[in-house]
């Protein structure tokens, strides 16, 4: 038989539910058990958190919590656990789990993986004139944080060495998945459409229960979101997986469900880039293999570029936003007049004071779809919510926002009203500023009690995306009578942030519904539905293995992160507002499909 191992995906990000690691343990039948905490904006948090604090700057409730009350089951099991909790101090981390697992009278070794934190050589780095990579932008002072995205061979190095835990600063999400499968199957660096498979499998478990029926296009279909299950992935030596997740629990998993997963936050399908490797998803199958059992094969992989991409992150100013609900009739009227009012009340404080203007502001009326700019439907809704945010340098500015939109309670707008003794507080912006930095002058190591090991990585060449042979796939065409339909009725879609960027997938619900999509919803098309925020351009990019689409949209987010005043910082709606946009499809196909016409 084929050698597999089950590796069990319990955290999306750092806060994600406390039910995920019981249920894997207790039914997944497990190997790896992988946890993925890091963000961007995490990394800056933890940054701070080490700044006034040496002992601290990695994900705390990773071993107060989690490990606290599993590692007995862990080590009962034999259960490998690989997580990136270590943040910008995994070293520290690993120290308050060693103490733990003494604590317990446990026999665990515990590994840590260290090299992408570059903050103590930033001024080496500032004078090799490095910019942004995206915008062009000259490099900012006084960093946060700066760390690499490192990949899965050194981790593969520490269960070598006998590792039964495995800590990590930054890596690229997949990596904890895919160091497991290099560390069980012994590949090389060389095997590259085997990572190209295990980075997907990684890919796919890193966000939690988005691939189980989170946030899942049709939410109505998924039971048990109380008690979701984990997404649990069987990866073959060949790289090739399944994904499931434990018996008894809710939640379902679908080729659309793992489909729309494998669509989040990607930019380029036939150039993920990645440090072991470069992969290609377009052609990549998703088949149903048994209930809540899907099998996916056929990624492939080239090889990686010579350097890593590294995200840094620093202050730029502070912000403030703050909620109102008002009732009534005309209320998004009464809404836009009080926020009008509000901030030229504050602008007036300012100059009186000899303060500068905000840097930035953003008002938005929730209930009256403010997110959909032109393209909003509701006419005078009766319940809205205000959100009123801004930006300065000084969070005094702020603070006189806060009170005065406050007061508006008794001095503005009938009906103004909202869930008293949540007062926000000004907070600081940061910024993401993200770069290349070439692999040959960043080392590895991988550390396990005194010992020390350096692992080399693969060294390859920069990434020409001009070169990539892009697939074939036709439009519909024809002049039989057609109506429109909404999208959503012809495709699965899912969102999500990189940056300032955002990107929407699309899934064809059936093969034969591909063209159509296609030719209504061409990147010049979405670029005019978003066009009230889209600040850049929007790219299209074919997955013809899944019948699917995915729009990468350029500076899209205004800033993306806490660096953006938007209700929806990371696009995480995006794909929910294309979903009803009208595609024509053949009379026929419609009614034989029982489509809905759109409105």
């Known amino acids: 038989m084929t050698k597999t191992i089950r590796i069990g995906g319990a955290s999306g990000f750092w806060g994600d539910s406390t039910i995920a690691t019981p249920q894997l343990l207790e039914g997944g039948r497990l190997d790896y058990l992988v946890f993925d905490y890091l963000a961007e904006i995490t990394m800056s948090i933890l940054a701070r958190a080490r700044a006034g604090d040496p002992s601290l700057g990695y994900a705390t ?152 029926g989170g946030t899942f296009t049709d939410w109505h279909m998924v039971e048990g979101w109380a008690n979701i299950g984990y997404p649990i992935a069987e990866v073959s030596e060949d790289g090739s997986f399944t994904v499931s997740k434990a018996p008894g629990t809710g939640g379902v998993v679908l080729p659309a469900t793992v489909g729309e997963q494998m669509l989040y936050e990607i930019g380029d399908p036939q150039a993920y880039v990645l440090p072991d490797v470069v992969c290609d998803f377009s052609q990549v199958k998703i088949t149903q293999a048994g209930p809540d059992l899907v099998s996916v094969s056929n990624a492939r992989g080239s090889a990686p570029t010579d350097t890593y991409k590294v995200s840094a992150t620093y202050q730029d100013g502070h912000r403030l936003g703050l909620y109102l609900t008002i009732g009534g009739i005309d209320a998004d009227l009464k809404a836009e007049k009080m926020a009008s009012e509000v901030l030229k009340r504050c602008r007036e404080m300012l100059r009186a004071r000899n303060q500068p203007d905000f840097t930035e502001t953003s008002v938005e009326v929730l209930g009256a779809e403010a997110s959909y700019g032109p393209n909003r439907r509701v006419q005078r809704p009766r319940e809205v919510v205000l959100k009123i945010a801004a930006k300065h340098e000084d969070p005094k500015a702020l603070a006189s926002l806060l009170r005065e939109a406050t007061s508006t309670g008794t001095s503005m707008s009938p009906g103004t009203t909202g869930m008293g003794g949540n007062r926000p507080k000004p907070m600081p912006i940061v910024r993401l500023f993200s770069f290349l930095f070439p692999k040959a002058d960043l080392v590895q190591r991988v550390h ?22 892009r697939p074939a796939v036709a439009d519909a065409k024809g002049s039989e009578p057609s109506v429109n339909v909404p999208l959503v009725a012809l495709a699965w879609g899912r969102s999500g942030d990189k940056g300032n960027h955002a990107n929407v997938g699309l899934m064809a619900r059936k093969a034969e519904y591909l063209p159509h999509i296609r030719a209504a919803v061409t990147a010049e098309a979405v670029a005019h539905h978003y066009r009230h925020i889209l600040e850049g351009k929007v790219e299209r990019f074919d997955l013809p293995g899944i019948h699917g689409l995915n729009f990468l949209l350029q500076d899209v987010l205004g800033g993306g992160g806490t660096a953006s005043l938007r209700n929806d910082p990371q696009g995480k709606a995006y794909a929910q507002m294309l979903l009803d946009f009208p595609v024509p499809v053949p009379k026929a196909l419609a009614e034989r499909d029982g489509l809905n016409a759109a409105a």
């Open 61 to 212: 409730d990773f071993v107060t919590v989690t490990m606290k009350q599993h590692l007995g089951q862990i080590a009962r099991q034999g259960v490998k656990v690989i997580s990136n909790a270590g943040g910008v101090n995994p070293l520290a981390c690993a120290r308050a789990l060693e103490a733990l697992i003494a604590q317990q009278g446990l026999s665990l070794k515990v590994a840590v993986v260290t090299g992408d934190d570059l903050l103590e050589r930033v001024p080496e780095i500032e004078g090799r004139g490095i910019t942004e990579m995206f915008s062009g932008t000259g490099f900012p002072k006084g960093l946060l944080s700066a760390n690499a995205y490192l990949g899965g061979f050194p981790i593969a190095k520490a269960l070598d060495e006998g590792a039964d835990i495995v800590i990590t600063g930054r890596g690229v999400d997949s990596a904890v998945t895919l160091g497991a499968c290099i560390h069980a199957f012994g590949w090389t660096d060389d095997a590259l459409d085997r990572l190209a498979g295990a980075s997907l499998a990684g890919h796919i478990i890193e966000c939690g229960a988005q691939a189980t």
């Open 448 to 469: 396990i009690g005194d010992a020390t090991w350096e692992v080399p990585a693969r060294i390859g060449k920069p990434l020409d995306r001009a070169s990539l042979a």
